[in-house]
């Protein structure tokens, strides 16, 4: 029942008019003697007090500071880590770079050991996760840095470098490493010593399982050391930090190639269990006209011989790359290296939508590649067997609209003559003579059917993970698979059921930030930028490209960390800078190993309680508590330190520092 | 006022001082529980102010506080919201109009400090102790009202502390905690030496 | 205008006579002056003669103070303009820069800010209806319509976390989504509120004596209230039918219906019922907009933390309790703005206190005072 | 009159408007000189423009810019009318007399910029106290009263 | 007991009971006026803030009696006793109980409708002497009420003398009669309304306009000498009630003996109530809509009483 006013503008004339004038007083008096008999709504105030709302805007408290807290850092066998992420995510603590990784690194940990100048730690806590921080300090393509939450303020935390700052330090002061302790009788076997097969081996060997890894190749590290050239990863990284895994019990055979060599029913029957982590061997060529030429190669045998031999034989060829993807990029950046004359480089997509990394195809540009975007493939031009050009069709659109891959093309035809053409379009696993004579079945495309939560196969023991199940990837997306495929051994293992209380990596979702512009940036809140050789002089070679920053400029890097979500203050002063009535002022000792937030100055007289500091407060430090009793006899009380910042913010009083008791009224009730 | 004064004064010195010291329980039980407020309201805090004072959720009439328009009859003024440099010869001539014993309370970050107007503004006065003697401040922008009513109520502790006599008070031994130890311990006091 | 004023003044009456006038000086603090007004009033006997409206007392130069602040920190200075009303002034502020920086707001944001400027319109209504009536000595409509109020801040407090200045409309959404059940009870309270409003329209605006108050004081006609650049339910009480969310319609009001109430004689009567009405018309459009709000963001995706718009000017104005209040900001592509001026409809009607006050009594002018509405925040600036 | 009427009658009579004249979007600007401020103002009302919104000055450096933002109710349409007032004795016409709504804005630009309008009725401070020396709003003012906020953004 | 002592016993008397009034009077008052507002009233000070009116008292004698400098100092502090007294003596012939009226004179009813217009004449000079424009507005319009005050409220308590046919109130008292309510009734509504004129109360409390005039006449007058104006104003209503309660509701005529009074006491406390909810119920009225209401309703209301009580009853 909608009430409308009923209430006339005016009286009616005459007699009515005074009876309704009568009326009115006598409707006005009965409507507050009503209200008189009704109960009172009073909040007898000092007894009963108001329950504050959740988002009441008290008085401001700090849950905790730099130098007076410790951060916390998240370490714990695999089985159990993504049950701490989950848990962390679902508490609003977990860091944005944390959450974003594929693997969970515990980047905020690592930027802490390393402001600290800890090094050593630094390194010990990613490698429980990354196993090989140097590798990946060089090679990853840092989802983390994407999600820093730094972005929005001015720049994202070097993380990817400090990785490799911390593998440099503990490469100077290595502790002794001796083998980890096999406590568990069970054995398993791995094949294959790609980064998935590395890591599920260092999460069994740190559970006291005994571990034999099997790669057929004469170098261990799979992808790492075939696919990813040197001017990007050199070697003596790459097998100094699985010499350091051997070392710390990893029994590794080189050059047995499973299927070939030893049958893997031999491996089945002999270990508990088995892991195949082949990663992809075989570069996948198009059906069309012309691949069967001389002068055609799949990429990955191109990148082979450029990494072992230095000499794909392409000196003085002119090269075309077909392709868009990070591998076509290396591939045409050691075909530089190895002295073609000319390295083109096609690809379906516009040149902003390229799949590869965005700083990649820049360092490829600046070297001299020459990338020809929108132009897909049509046919191999040949003469007398031999490769003597390639034509390109215009590619209008690559995905449809519900984002299926279903390229148009448009029908402009452009012809390039080239000697030789590297296809560089997708890789395939090579199973057939690994999995030969077992019961291991392989779908109609040579695949393997595997689980992709669990990563079992249809046999049970036999696991498998890495790019055989997940397809062309980063790195680090395989390292993770290895850490899943690691949880559902151990369970298999120790006779668990594989999907009972197993907590799946949570996948973050968070708030979108638009990346700040940088200029008026002062100095000090800068990211310090990684030295690069300079392109013409570094195209020649494989020397490393990156030349790594200084100690002391890593600290200061680690410095700007904001220790995200850890609800401590680390001093980073954003929230003085948003005060709209600058009533905060912090300031913060940073030379290593005395990292301190010194002094944290509200001026409660100047607060307008607006909220805005505690909104953006990135650590979740600065929080409103629900203490509105803020009555004061000397004005100097108001200006709360760090000390009465760090009060408990329980209760409805702010202070009790000039006599009067929190949480009592005062007067008696 | 002045013989209130003249008798203090007489009961300070020898045997008197028992009786002083019931006179003023009683006197300061008197002008403790029966606040009178005059209402300086120029800003967002009048609004909170009203909302404190006899209003249906936040009753202050159960503390004895009525607001008073006039400064006559007014023991407390409340200053509530910005006092900009045309308001503040306005609120002196207030202040002096107002009976003795009064006193004053600054509600608001405004009347505290100049609050969020006082960087960048010519014309706002940055902070109302500057030419007024300020019991209790009250921070807050605007202050709940029940911030007010508790500042309310420790003005009443200021005022059970006073004395007729002119140099005795009966100021309670406050021993005030350094951060992080235990709060305030109050300790009864005996009437003579002054606060 | 000194605070020390001569009592007494000499001049000659409509017909040569010398004449005696009592001069009286409704200071800054006055019960009844809604804030720190003042009117230096020339009586003659009770009848004034001349009325001089003096303001100032609460300028603080919010104007210099937003040439320091980047656009972000603005919004807190708005809660302080209108203090009766901050959360359509911080909505104004903000689409105006809205406006400057391109950025386009989601629809759900958009309705909640129509159901929050709805709600304060009402708190806003219910304390000038209240004050008014103080001052003609009905405290206890006061308190009631206080206690409405209340109400609302209760729920604004549940909201956005503060009771009076809320910091909540930012410029490309609202700062938090509502929190659960909060709609459900503001429906409840859109049904209780229709109770009270025809609870005290009986219990005031049907009395003989409120209505021998008010009806008759401070006449103003159609054309004046055009002329004079009224705006909102003063204009509307004249006559005048003009209401930017039906007529320059604005955000997402065009999807609701409701109709414009509009007085008949411009006296404090019908502005004072035009306020009443228009809070019924607000509870529909409250509960229409909680029916068709969509899910979504509550505010823009991909903010900056520094807003640089373009440089250029822009100006945008809202339906305020008050009138049209409007923004109008000149940007130069640093993250301050380079001039914000803030049109505000309070300060705009109170321009026609010393032409209504002529001719009644003092006990009068609290009347006219208070039909006007100001509020000395916004006044002043 | 409707909006297009009104656009071509202005295009018609103030030719440099025209290209990129657009009212729609209630940001069209109309800029003339400080001279013919009162007739364009008088020609704007008469071609329905009823309400005098808001009467504002900007403080451009070497010059004021007065800005005038007038709506009209039957087309329901704003606009602005803008002139430049030079800062040396910066004075221009008082529009009191076709909108008697300028009477307080007025005055509350000559209190804060101090620009002088001729035929006002009376032109006196309005914000600030009678002896209150200098206009704060101009970009030059100097008061040793005002504590700058850090640049700490 | 001889005139002189005796006056000056029944006198203090009557100030004793004005100040009881108060005491009694504010507290109840506040408590309805909380009521009324759905709040609580005093409560904390003393079991349900029965000692917040002495504590408010003994504040205000403490408080420092300011004598401003531009006023005519002998009036200043004279006018707040012209204004009392008057009260305290229309209190004396107020018949309490059967056969007992502190001043049982011939001319009763008309020495209680008479002696308390005397005060218009303190409020005048309180307004007049403090020199200040609201104070005196706030008298010139206490003077204008109250005059044309006087009128209405004369005549309807006629009407009672006119039935009783006596003027002294233990006689009017003997003489009443239960009828008497529904002969008298627009005449008590004259008289109720009338004497909340009388006391200055929110319909028509113009000479100290609360929200006009800030404090009306006494606007300059602080602690004890602004108390008594206070005790005044609650006296007034006191007597009011008592002598309405009485002369048209019968008083302790009801019952005999002590639960008469105490029956009488009941009907003045109601009589208080329904001042009190009126107070906070209307708003104020305009003195132009005060002048009407005297003139045009509430006499010619009264002369209709006198027709009924004079031509009718008889005839009937």
Redesign the interface.
Known sequence: MDVRPQVSNEYSEGIAGVVERWKSLATGLSITLGRAMGPHKTLSYPAEKLPMTARWRGSLHLNGILGHDEIEVVRSQAPEYNGIIAGLYAEERLAPCVGNCPANVDARGQNYYMADDRPVEAYELVRERNIMPGVLGRICHHPCENACRRNYYDEPLAIRPLHRMAYEAYQENKPALSPMPVTQDKSVAIIGSGPSGLAAAFDLMRLGYKVTMYEKEAKPGGALYSGVPSYRLPREVLHGEIDDLVALGLELHCGVEIGVDVPIDHLMGEFDAVLIAVGLQVSRLLPIPGTDADGVRGALEFLRESNWKGDAGVKGLRVMVIGGGNVAVDVARCALRVGASEVRLACLEASEEMPCHPWEIEEALDEGVIAMCGQGPEKVLEQDGKVVGMQLRECLSVFDESGRFSPKFGDEYTTVDCDVVVFSIGQAPLLADLVGGSDLMLTDRGLLPVDGEVMTTDVPGVFASGEVVTGPGSAIASIASGHEAAISIDRYLQGHDLFEGRVARPVPVYDRYQVATVEGVEESRRRVPMPMARPEERATDFRQVELGMTHLEALNEAARCLRCQTGVCVGCTFCARTCPDYAISVDRIDDPGERKVTHYDLDLTKCCFCGLCAEQCPTDALRHTGQYELSFYQRDLMIFDRDEMLRDPAGTRSTGRDGIHPGDSGGEA | MAIVDRVGSALEHGPGRVVLSSLDALFDWARSHSQWVMPMGTACCAMEMIASFPFTKFDSDRHGVIPQADPRHADVMVVAGTITRKMQPAVIRLYEQMPDPKWVIAMGNCTVSGGIFYYDTYSVVRGVDEFLPVDVYIAGCPPRPEAVQDALMQLREKIRQESIGPNTRHVRKLTLPGPGESRASVEPSEPGEVG | MSLQIEEQRQTEGPDGRPRQELVVNVGPSHPSTHGVGRVVVHLDGEVITKADMIIGYLHRGIEKMCENRTYLQVVPLTDRLDYVGSMYSNWAYCRAVERLAAIRVPERAEYIRVIVAEMQRIASHMMSIGSAAADTAAATLFIYSFDERERIIELFEELCGARLTYNYVRPGGVAFDLPEGWTDSVLEFTKAHRKALDLMDRMYFGNVIARGRLKGVAVLGRDDAVAWGASGPVARGSGVDWDLRKHDSYSVYPRFDFNVPIGENGDAYDRARTRLLECYESCSIIEQAIEQMPTGPHKVEGQPRLIMPRAGDAYDHIESARGSLGVYIVADGSPRPYRVKFRSPAFCNLALVPKLAVGHTLSDLVVVLGSLDPVFGEVDR | MNIDELRDHLCGQYPDLCPLFSIEFGDGTLQVECRGLYDAAADLKSLGFDMLGMVTAVDRGEHFEMVYRLTSREMSVGMFLKCLVPRDKPHTRSLYDLWPAALWQEREVYDLFGIEFDGHPDLRRIMLPEDWVGHPLRKDYQDERIIKRPDYI | MSGFVGGLVWGLAGGMLIALATVFGVWWE?K?A????????????GPA?L??V???T??MI?????TPAQVDVRVFRLAPHIVFVPVAMSLTVIPFASGFAPLNTSIGMLFFLAVPSLSVIGMLLAGWSSRN??A??GGLRAAAQMISYELPRTLSVLSVVVLAGSMRPLEVMEAWRPWWILANAIGFLVYFISSIAEVNS??F??PQ???????GYF?????IR?GIFMMTEYGAVVAASLFGAAVFLGGWRWLPGAFGVVLFIALTLLLITAII??K??????????LMTTAWKILTPMALVQLVIVGVIVPWM
């Open positions: 506040r309805v909380g009521r009324i507002h759905m709040r609580i009233g005093p409560q904390t000070t803030g000692l917040q002495p504590a408010d003994l504040k403490l408080k420092e009696d300011i424009t609201y005196t507005i929110i319909p409390d113009l306009a609360e929200s006009e005039l800030v404090a606007a300059d007058y602080s602690g602004w909810f009126v906070w119920t209307f708003p104020r009225m305009r003195s132009d809509q």
